[in-house]
């Protein structure tokens, strides 16, 4: 899909171990695949369906995510920060598309 | 039309309305956002409602505590998203004069101020022009590109990235000289009850604020918040799109989006809320 | 239009005295749902805090969290909604803690459930009902 755009907010330095709070936000219609146009047909469903967070390619968060969540998902969770690095962040969406931002955190 | 007027009819719907919840108290709470744009959310009314709202209260005072939180950070504010998407237009060459807004404009920044006293008598044409006439004006006139839909989605992105820009200043805009005619009209149609339901704006903003109509918390009805985030159409609603629905819902055939109707009541209702705040884009139900 | 003043008036009336939905009753399918999850396993209580508002204003866009301290992976559950699979949370080894905030879109007013799996492998679970309203022009 054309005109995705992931926004996050990442603290931009960190004390080592500390914890920080991530929050991400993406426009995407979420379409849930049960509305019905003005014709009665059933709109597809089209939706991020996974969204996962790694800090230098380990694990933060991974989401299944799953209709009844709502248009322009936001997520809101905690990281660990053992060192300076890159969070990565991938919404998957239904049609194939993979939507990425990375932030990049110091460590003082 | 309607035949007749059975009495009992105003009296029952008036009743049902006030049947709701019992009045419910604005939230006593303060709105800064970002950690530093204090909103003014109550103020003194402005003299010309001549004592009909004891002081005027925005509506971010008539939303529960979680919808009123998602306004406090741009982050949190899926606004946000429709605003980045106008910066990036904004600075996009369109049309045959091979020109952006920001050839002319600059930064957005530029415009603070703007929105605050909109809608606004044009100098060079003497109408009264609300902020989508000034955008499609610049658009033909000087950009050489297609106008945009009043209610578009770029037009109402675009709207927002304007009025984000003014927030924190007070919504201000003129009642007299030339523009006594259209706040007259506004004013007129503000007051009128309309459709089947014979409503008027009055009936739940100016008499009802505060009370719950089934579950809907009635605000003073100000429009310094739009284009609003509504939750429920998880995207950006303009003034005129708002207007055109209260009106449908009184089972009315409401004024078209960009009608003058609608503009001269935009330029009322902006007097109304005078000294608020803008918001725009605010969250709201 | 076949709607007479009256019989609007008689609709009014009935709707006045409710102000919000009866709840929506739970599809069976989460209970399934559910077990899917936990293998069949027993549920305890205790240690899992769900957050949700009492009353949404709008059931487009519910804001919702949940925090387990010690879970592997929260699974969240709408009752009421058409399929009941809100989404599901694993925590990786660098989530500082076990926890989530989100929003959900809510068919009308019901039980939001939450389940977590402990690293332990048991499983603990907390509900709230949210109401959602509906208002009072167009909704």
């Given at each position: 899909m054309a005109d995705v755009k992931p926004r996050v907010r990442v603290p931009k330095t960190a004390s080592a171990g500390e914890a920080i709070t991530i929050k991400t936000l993406i426009n995407h219609q979420m379409e849930s695949g049960v509305r019905k146009d003005k014709d009665g047909n059933l709109i597809p469903r089209q939706i991020i369906n996974r969204f996962?967070?790694?800090?230098?390619?380990?694990?933060?968060?991974d989401v299944a995510v799953e209709p009844a969540v709502s248009t322009n998902p936001y997520f809101?969770?905690?990281?660990l920060v053992p060192e300076t690095g890159e969070f990565t962040f991938?919404?998957?969406?239904?049609?194939?598309?993979?939507?990425?931002?990375t932030a990049a955190i110091e460590v003082s | 039309m309607t035949k007749e007027l059975p009495i009992g009819g105003i009296a029952a719907i008036t009743a049902i309305a006030l049947a709701g919840l019992a009045m419910a108290e604005p939230e006593d709470d303060t709105l800064v956002v970002n950690e530093e744009?204090?909103?003014?959310?109550?103020?003194?009314?402005?003299?010309h409602l001549e004592g009909a709202l004891p002081e005027i209260i925005s509506g971010w005072h008539f939303r529960t505590s979680e919808t009123r939180d998602i306004q406090r950070d741009d982050f949190d504010n899926p606004a946000s998203l429709f605003v980045?998407?106008?910066?990036?237009?904004?600075?996009t060459v369109d049309g045959s004069a091979s020109e952006?807004?920001?050839?002319?404009?600059?930064?957005?920044q530029s415009l603070r101020g703007f929105w605050a006293s909109q809608p606004k008598i044009n100098e060079e044409t003497g109408e009264l022009w609300a902020a989508e006439q000034y955008v499609n004006n610049c658009r033909e006139n000087r950009m050489g590109a297609d106008a945009w839909g009043w209610n578009s989605q770029t037009m109402r992105n675009m709207t927002a990235l304007i009025a984000s820009v003014s927030r924190g200043l007070p919504m201000s805009v003129p009642t007299d000289g030339d523009y006594a005619e259209h706040w007259e009209n506004g004013k007129e149609i503000y007051y009128t009850r309309y459709g089947q339901l014979e409503l008027a704006c009055s009936n739940c903003h100016e008499d009802n604020w505060g009370n719950n109509i089934r579950a809907d918390h009635l605000s003073q009805g100000h429009i310094n918040g739009f284009p609003t985030y509504r939750l429920k159409d998880a995207n950006l609603v303009s003034r005129h799109n708002r207007f055109k629905g209260c009106i449908r819902d009184t089972r009315a055939e409401p004024y078209a989006i960009g009608s003058q109707e609608f503009i001269d009541l935009e330029l009322y209702l902006a007097s109304r809320g005078n000294g608020l705040s803008v918001e725009g884009p605010a969250v709201r139900n | 239009m076949?709607?007479?003043?009256?019989?609007?008036?008689?609709?009014?009336?009935g709707a006045a005295a409710l102000v919000l939905l009866p709840i929506r009753p739970a599809h069976a399918s989460v209970e399934d749902a559910i077990a899917e999850f936990t293998g069949g396993a027993e549920i305890g209580e205790g240690g899992i805090t769900l957050t949700t508002p009492e009353i949404a204003e709008n059931g487009n866009t519910v804001p919702v969290s949940v925090d387990a301290p010690g879970a592997v992976a929260i699974v969240m559950f709408a009752a009421g909604n058409p399929s009941p699979d809100v989404g599901t949370f694993t925590f990786g080894p660098l989530a500082a803690s076990q926890s989530a905030s989100t929003r959900i879109r809510l068919a009308g007013?019901?039980?939001?459930?939450?389940?977590?799996?402990m690293a332990d492998g048991s499983f603990v679970r907390a509900a709230n009902t949210v109401k959602v309203t509906i208002g009072g022009c167009g909704g």
């Open positions: 996962v967070c790694t800090f230098n390619g380990e694990t933060v968060l809101e969770f905690q990281a991938q919404w998957f969406d239904d049609d194939g598309s993979i939507y990425e931002t | 744009i204090e909103m003014v959310t109550r103020t003194a009314a402005p003299d980045e998407q106008a910066v990036e237009v904004w600075n952006s807004c920001s050839s002319c404009h600059d930064d957005p | 076949e709607l007479t003043r009256r019989g609007f008036m008689a609709l009014g009336a007013t019901q039980e939001v459930i939450a389940v977590a799996k």
